[in-house]
């Protein structure tokens, strides 16, 4: 079974930056595609960055030149990092998976970590 496990959310001042992690855990053989979510309150969980199998990594507009989507492979774990925050980024952010196990391959969410961007 796998389990995914984010931290590194907080409060920031506007212009601050932190580093989201999701770490996988279980019998993995290898993470896919990754992707970090977002979901403000009243609003629609919506995608801010992903990256292909391939490494190919694409960004919503309004987060392309601040955030960065990386990958550990040894550590099993994704990184979401994100500078130069505005209060419109305030959210629970959510990291989704795609990982191989010895039964097959599956998406997997983070349980969530908040990310509050005020002065």
């Known amino acids: 079974q796998v389990q995914l496990v984010e931290s590194g959310g907080g409060l920031v001042q506007p212009g601050g930056s932190l580093r989201l992690s999701c770490a996988a855990s279980?019998?993995?053989?290898?993470?896919?595609?990754m992707a970090w979510y977002r979901q403000a309150p009243g609003k629609e969980r919506e995608l801010v960055a992903a990256?292909?199998?391939?490494?190919?990594?694409n960004y919503a507009d309004s987060v392309k030149g601040r955030f960065t989507i990386s990958r550990d492979n040894a550590r099993n774990t994704v990184y979401l990092q994100v500078n130069s925050l505005k209060p419109e980024d305030t959210a629970v952010y959510y990291c989704?998976?795609?990982?191989?196990?010895?039964?097959?391959?599956?998406?997997?969410w983070g349980q969530g970590t908040q990310v509050t961007v005020s002065s």
């Open positions: 989704n998976v795609r990982i191989s196990t010895e039964i097959g391959t599956g998406d997997y």
């Open positions: 279980g019998s993995i053989f290898s993470i896919n595609a």
């Open positions: 990256e292909t199998s391939g490494g190919s990594a």
